[in-house]
């Protein structure tokens, strides 16, 4: 038994308790705990003794462990406090501290100096003693001291309390489970006996504290054992706690054994994981409705999926049996809620097709086009007749801006099903189609399957944009893959690379877009039906302008027709002036800026009149609108006066009065707000004022354009000279027409009697103006003739003629492409004669007859036919051949 001091000082030990017998190593870094081991165990080495109290902490998440400096937190919480604490239970609010503690001794204590601060710090192994209550606590100096009295039994009251008969059976009690643990330990740490002999020479009352402090129980646990100072109440806890440790140590040797039979040497990271399934078990936690991986598969079995795929994803699994945090359980998951998420029987409720109807809806969502709103409502007969009939493929090429996504939603709404749109410019990698396989990192199911989850539909509307700007690289080949998706008797079972099981793509309506057909692969191009968009001419621009794009710009920018109005005049000059493309995308930029612009002066308007409004008297009140309408004509006027109680104020009269004239857009406007005309009729007159220059007309992805050709010719040796970043089939054009003009020189009266070469003594530069876009095809062939022979003629060609056609070395005019564009493009220059080959008189029958009948089609059989149509007054001729 230790004789304790009447008054001791305190270290505070939060959220942790010291027990007599247990023993702590702690380091002192604080001043307050620094000064207390100074001032009570360094200078009294062997007899010093401080007292250990317990603390709870306001925030009980702090746990304090060994070694942890516990001094710091003393000093801050003793802040506050009054010299003097009468420990009665309530008046102690923070911090709280407990009413019994332990005093200890040092069992080792060291000294050290913090470089290069030079702070003293001790490290303290300390041991418990005995338990003491605290009767009163104050503060001396710089660290907290505690009256006490000491609260275990003395010796005498020791030995009469070990003749009860019930301390004798809880000793025994006590002691067998002691021995059982120690065993247990001894075995499986093959340690010797030596434990086994504090049991024989400790108390057992002792042995109990001893016992308890080395397991890990909670604070409010230990709390309770430091107050069982009645030692039968003592034994009694800790025999329960270390009955409690003793079996939880024999339920993980039960789980090591029965997991260690399934271990291989590759298994070595599964022990954990499948020591928590065994606790699990041991515990009966598991219960299905609760677990997700059975309400995945309750999901997979309402999919709707064929029987041979149901069989397939039984198969796959095998999540019962993983751990989440297993490699691969992610992956497997991932794949498991893609099959549950597709939609293998869903589809899209169709309603009764009514043709009449689904006519009015692409004409209201439409102007023109009507050769392809024929054919989409014969494909809606199609399906009202047959609703199982196999979908056609449709592609819509054409320039950008005429409409063909907007015709494919259309559709989808036509039908009533979802619509989706997959974009396809750029794509490289086959994988986008097909997906990745599951063995790569990062795969994910293709676009199309994604899609489909997105739709949640079997059925949809799916368009397959920009499928003219597919590429192919290493990764393969996207265009090959399509051929599959696009064909109806291959895409029954479409096997996607990450799904790996056949999906059925034979329901969806598959609709392809295209600014041009040449670069999709002619297998591809061979399972789609073309349907040609060409540009729109200026009147239908006009029409679309009136009925669509303006009541939606001013939609878009808050404005309606009362604040902003467009004359058909002022548009029309926005289409000839300001843009020249096969679309309308333009037209609507110049429109929304124009309402941008309207937008400013509108909202500027509204702030002045509600300021104005506030400062306007009542019988001053007026409108310009108003007093116009009064002094015009001469009419009478009956005005009704309206009495107007007091809850109408300044600003509602204001806004009932307040009429605003709407802003007309005119010429002036146009130029300030977008600037000056930047095309207009006189192009071709400009540019064609000396000889060898003639007006060719081309196509492009953008539709048709006019395209000038310059030749001139300076001092050489006869060569060729070609500009304007050309492909090779326009040059070998250019040679082809060089060497006609020159094998028909004497024929043209280009060459003297005395002269025999043409090109003697000089070259001949032919360029395309706008260098820095490649030009490539046939079709020049005619205009780079005419161009070389007004050069050596020295005659002008006609301004207001444009020609197109390929030429052959014997002087034929071959048919060309892209007629009804390159007419269009004509049209939208102001040129009122356009040559063309012959054999492409059936083309005219897709051009508008507006466009016909505002200009002059001449057909040419031969180049000669060209040339007279070509020069004014025809082209002079020393003898007709006829070869």
């Not at 124009?594 to 702030?607: D, M, Y």
């Amino acid at each position: 038994m230790v004789e304790l001091p009447s008054r001791i000082g305190i270290l505070p030990f939060r959220n942790k308790v010291l027990l007599p017998g247990a023993i702590i190593r702690i380091q002192c870094t604080s001043p307050s705990s620094v000064k207390l081991v100074e001032e009570e165990l360094w200078q009294r080495e062997e007899k010093g003794l401080i007292g250990i109290l317990p603390v709870r902490d306001v925030a009980e998440g702090s746990m304090v462990t060994q070694g942890a400096d516990l001094g710091d937190r003393s000093s801050k919480n003793q802040q506050g406090l009054s010299d003097s604490h009468k420990l009665d239970g309530k008046s102690q609010q923070e911090p709280n501290w407990h009413t019994r503690g332990v005093a200890a001794r040092a069992l080792h204590l060291s000294r050290g100096v913090e470089k290069p601060s030079g702070r003293v710090t001790y490290i303290v192994v300390l041991e418990g003693l005995s338990r003491f209550s605290v009767e009163e606590l104050n503060t001396r100096g710089t660290y907290t001291t505690a009256r006490i009295s000491p609260i275990d039994m003395t010796k005498a009251e020791m030995e009469q309390v070990e003749q009860d008969t019930d301390f004798i059976v809880l000793s025994r009690q006590f002691k067998q489970i002691a021995m059982e643990l120690i065993s247990v330990l001894e075995q499986k740490q093959k340690t010797g006996g030596r434990t086994k002999v504090l049991l024989e020479t400790v108390p057992v009352h002792k042995l109990a504290d001893i016992f308890v402090a080395s397991f890990e129980i909670s604070f409010e646990e230990q709390l309770a054992m430091l107050d069982s100072v009645d030692v039968k109440v003592r034994l009694s806890k800790a025999t329960e706690l270390v009955d409690r440790h003793l079996q939880s140590i024999r339920v993980a040797e039960k789980i090591t054994q029965k997991v260690e039979g399934q271990l291989s040497k590759t298994q070595k990271e599964y022990l954990l994981r499948q020591q928590m399934r065994a606790i699990k078990e041991e515990l009966g936690d598991n219960d299905d409705e609760d677990d997700d991986v059975a309400a995945l598969e309750r999901k997979m079995q309402d999919a709707g999926m064929p029987p041979n795929i149901w069989k397939h994803a039984q198969r796959e699994l095998r999540l019962k049996k993983m751990q989440p945090q297993q490699p691969g359980y992610n992956s497997s998951r991932v794949y498991l809620e893609l099959l549950a998420d597709l939609p293998w029987q869903t589809t899209s409720e169709e309603a009764e097709l009514d043709l009449k109807a689904a006519k009015e809806r692409l004409d209201s969502d439409h102007y023109g086009l009507v050769k392809v709103k024929q054919r989409i409502i014969e494909y809606l007969a199609v399906r009202k007749l047959k609703p199982d009939a196999k979908s056609p493929i449709l592609c819509f090429v054409g320039p950008p801006g005429v409409g063909k996504t907007s015709l494919a939603s259309s559709i989808a709404a036509a039908l009533g099903r979802k619509f989706i749109r997959i974009s396809l410019g750029g794509v490289k990698d086959e994988a986008d189609i097909r997906g990745h396989r599951r063995t790569y990192i990062g795969s994910m199911p293709g676009r199309l399957i994604d899609g489909l989850k997105k739709v949640s539909v079997c059925n949809p509307v799916m368009l397959l944009d920009e499928i003219d700007k597919t590429g192919s690289d290493i990764r393969g080949d996207p265009a090959s893959a399509l051929l599959e998706v696009l064909d109806p008797e291959q895409n029954k079972s479409f096997n996607d690379h990450y799904l790996n099981v056949p999906f059925d793509l034979s329901k969806v309506i598959f609709v392809a877009t295209a600014n041009r057909a040449q670069p999709i692969p002619p297998p591809l191009l061979d399972r789609m039906e073309v349907i040609e968009l060409p540009g729109y001419t200026s009147d239908e621009k006009l029409r679309i302008a009136m009925r669509h794009l303006i009541p939606r710009v001013l939609n878009q920018h808050g404005l309606t027709s009362d604040f902003l109005k467009f004359p058909e005049e002022m548009v029309k000059l926005v289409i000839e002036r300001y843009t020249r493309e096969a679309g309308v995308r333009n037209l609507e930029r110049n429109l929304a800026a124009i309402a941008r612009s309207a937008a400013v002066t509108v909202a500027e308007q509204q702030h002045n009149n509600n300021n104005n409004n506030n400062n306007v008297p009542l019988n001053q009140i007026s409108s310009p609108l108003l007093e116009t309408r009064l002094e015009g004509g001469g009419a009478e006027v009956e005005m009704e006066v309206i009495a107007m109680g007091g809850g109408v104020n300044n600003h509602e009269i204001s806004n009932i009065f307040t009429i605003m004239s709407p802003l007309i857009v005119d010429e002036e406007m146009l130029e300030k707000i977008l600037g000056p005309p930047k095309y207009d009729d006189k192009e071709a007159a400009e540019r064609v004022v000396t000889p060898g220059v003639s007006v060719g007309l081309v196509w492009t992805a953008f539709g048709g354009e006019v395209q000038f050709v310059e030749a001139t010719a300076t001092a050489g040796k006869g060569d060729l000279h070609l500009t304007g970043q050309l492909g090779d089939v326009i040059k070998e054009s250019a040679q082809i027409a060089l060497t006609w003009v020159r094998a028909r020189a004497n024929e043209l009266d280009l060459v003297s009697a005395e002269e025999k070469n043409l090109l003697e003594g000089r070259d001949v530069h032919i360029h395309f103006p706008a260098g820095a876009v490649p030009k490539d095809g046939p079709s020049a062939g005619v205009t780079l003739v005419t161009s070389l022979v007004s050069l050596f003629s020295r005659r002008r060609v006609r301004p207001d003629t444009a020609m197109t056609g390929e030429m052959t070395l014997r002087g034929l005019v071959l048919p060309v492409g892209g007629i009804k564009d390159k007419v269009l493009a004509a049209h939208r220059y102001g040129i009122k004669r356009v040559i063309m080959p012959e054999r492409n008189l059936k083309d005219l029958v897709e051009v508008p007859a507006a466009v016909l009948g505002s200009l002059e089609i001449l057909l040419a059989k031969r180049m000669e036919d060209v040339l007279q149509h070509a020069f004014e007054g025809g082209c002079p001729w020393k003898h007709h051949s006829k070869l």
